[in-house]
């Protein structure tokens, strides 16, 4: 058990928030009764932050450990950080998904709510990879700014206390920023050794939202549609190895605290290992030296390349990220 006093915090939006928190999405793998399992074990542990989206399919076991943590008077509501993520089958129906998640987290409000991807493209669960819908567009600024207003909405009546967003780019971010009335606390990424988006970091942080690391480790058990062949695998990389063996830990720890270094909020998912994650925190820091070497391992391997959500007539997943600078196929940039 950690002391979640101890656990440091990051700025955000004039506030604090733990510099660790805890990932819920089982991946299509685990099931969501073993996730709350682990968030039950996470707040016992130390964990006050939680990353949660309605697409996880699992906000209501989840709620129930809060409910109980509550009832048992382990933690009240004013301790927790939780955050949920609007799927992109609601986008027009944003108060409705709000409320579901409240009320599948039990928890009178949300201390931050993200719009999951910046379009309204859905995918099933447990869909292929070659799994295309119909409906798919591409990115569309005024969609995007709709989808946003419906949350700044929210704000207002008190039922979320930070905007964020998710799965962005710079050109998308340059589009849509002075054009929002409550700014984006946080901005969730993929970000790991392998996969480092030095420039989006940047310039996140030069506009004051906090970035927040998603598969921090380089994901190991992701679902099967986000797999393939080229994919580098962060925790072997041989130089990371070599520093956790320095440490006497492992690489996972040595990834966490990677993040940290750079000033990223990791939210590590795991069932069996989430205390040594939340350990990683608030022990010895890398040296300069350390983070230099872990910086050179940028090989440009997003792990979530996101085809499912492609839409008619787009050539590849490169499509989704903006890669040239331009918005791909946007019809009111
Ligand atoms: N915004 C988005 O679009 C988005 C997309 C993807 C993910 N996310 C969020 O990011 C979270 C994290 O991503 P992720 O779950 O895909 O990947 P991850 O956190 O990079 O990796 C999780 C995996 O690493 C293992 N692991 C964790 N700590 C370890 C340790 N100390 N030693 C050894 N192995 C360890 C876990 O196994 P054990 O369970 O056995 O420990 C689990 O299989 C998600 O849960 C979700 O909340 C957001």
Known sequence: MIDPKTVPTMKLDGGRIPCVGMGTFGSDRVSPEEVAGAVAGGIRAGYRLFDCAACYGNEEQIGNVFRAAMDE????RGDLFLMTKVWNDMHREVE????????DLQCDYLDMLFIHWPFPNYHAPFCDVNSRNPDSRPFSVEEFLDTYRQIEALVDRGLVRHIGISNMTIPKLEAVLDKVRIRPAACESEMHPCFQQ??????LKAHDILPIGYMPL?????PERDIEPGDAVDMQMPALVEIARAHNVHPA?????WALGRGVLPIPFSVHNYEANLEAAVT??????????IAELECGSRLVKGQVF????????????????????????
Do not use: N
């Open 73 to 76: 008077g382990i933690v009240e």
């Open 96 to 103: 409705k998904s709000c409320l579901k998640s409240i009320h």
């Open 198 to 203: 030095q420039e989006l970091l940047e310039y």
């Open 218 to 222: 380089g994901s190991p058990r992701r």
């Open 253 to 257: 720890i040595i990834c966490l605290k």
């Open 284 to 293: 010895f820091r890398l040296t300069e030296e350390e983070m230099a070497k």
């Open 310 to 333: 492609l839409w008619e007539g787009a050539q590849s997943w490169h499509d989704l990220w903006d890669e040239d600078g331009v918005i791909t196929g946007c019809s009111d940039c």
